[in-house]
């Protein structure tokens, strides 16, 4: 199975989550804005793609149920089938994800700034799971 885009959007996440965790003294409010707003995105793109692959995997290894599960059940099954060691995270990631959906104030997205090392740190251990490749 190919995992190119997920790798892709886990990289390009890391990107966005080290130009922010750099700090943003030097940055003007806009940037500092944009930074924030652009990580927040990858976030949602990212995590979209984890569930998605995960649940392409686990079809192509045989387990038919998965394939009209929703992004919270999908979870519940990957973490059965030992593909991710902290469900509750999961469960997390998405509710945050589907906060910031329906929250047009900005307020929202703080949560996900919250959860942005953590999420990372996940993703990256679920893409080596299941491309059962290593992490540079």
Known sequence: MDYTQFKK???????????YNEGSA?????????????LVKRFEYTLELA???????LSEEGYVEV??????PMMRFAFTADLI??????????N??????????????????DIVDDFYN???ELYKKISKETWE
Not at 51 to 57: D, L
Not at 67 to 72: F, H, L, R, S
């Open 9 to 19: 959007a886990i990289l390009r996440f890391e990107e966005m989550l080290r130009k």
């Open 51 to 57: 569930w998605k692959s995960c649940k392409r995997h």
């Open 96 to 113: 945050a994800r589907n906060d910031t959906s329906h929250d047009y104030s900005g307020d929202k997205a703080d949560a996900i700034l």
């Open 85 to 94: 060691t902290n469900v509750e995270n999961w469960l997390g990631y998405i």
């Open 67 to 72: 394939k009209t599960m929703g992004p919270k």
């Open 122 to 124: 996940d993703v990256v």
């Open 26 to 38: 030097d940055l003007d409010e806009i940037t500092k804005d944009a930074v924030q707003d652009s």
